[in-house]
């Protein structure tokens, strides 16, 4: 199978033997390239070019610490990228730190939501899990799960928290559901 991309030689390469009148089925020939690798690298240029386009605002301190901000507390990842802007004070707006830390990998997401547990109740469970642990299908399929609903007050609103993938339970982008 293929590589995905050409080095930079390979492509200099394709471009020299073009250049000299191969077809690209000769060049696929000689190099084991495929016909799409090949017509890429006749067609581009084979040293990269400069990336185009407006450079960061915010420097690569400013964006370390920015991240270590947001990372810091339940609290700050709850911010949105206005709030962030406002109180870190780096001179810069909303969108040059959403756009910083989207290219850091973050994302806005809903929080995760998921009732507290006490110490004793983790101790139960671990120990009724253990308990179970070896049972067949057939025991499982014996059992009749219920499940009570509450409707009670609290929160109704969405939280939303700054987070990169992966991220979705760690305890600074979770909010309790209390029942």
Not at 77 to 101: M, Y
Not at 103 to 132: C, D, T, Y
Not at 136 to 164: F, K, P
């Amino acid at each position: 199978m293929p590589r995905m991309q050409l080095t930079r030689d390979e492509r200099r390469e394709c471009q020299l033997l073009r250049s000299i009148g191969w077809k690209y089925q000769q060049i696929h020939e000689k190099t084991g390239f495929s016909q799409h690798q090949i017509q890429y690298a006749c067609t581009s240029p084979a040293t990269p070019t400069k990336r185009s386009g407006r450079p960061p605002t915010l420097s690569q301190a400013q964006i370390e610490d920015l991240i270590g901000y947001v990372c810091m507390s339940a609290r700050n990842r709850r911010l949105s990228f206005q709030q962030l802007a406002e109180e870190l004070d780096f001179g810069v707006g909303r969108k040059a730190i959403r756009a910083a830390l989207v290219k850091e990998g973050f994302h806005r997401r809903l929080a995760m939501r998921k009732p507290p547990i006490s110490e004793r109740n983790r101790v139960i469970r671990l120990q009724w899990a253990q308990e179970h642990l070896n049972w067949t299908q057939a025991q499982w399929n014996s059992i009749l799960w219920t499940d009570e609903t509450w409707i009670t007050g609290g929160r109704h609103t969405r939280t939303w928290v700054t987070q990169r993938a992966g991220e979705e339970w760690d305890p600074t982008c979770i909010v309790e559901k209390h029942q």
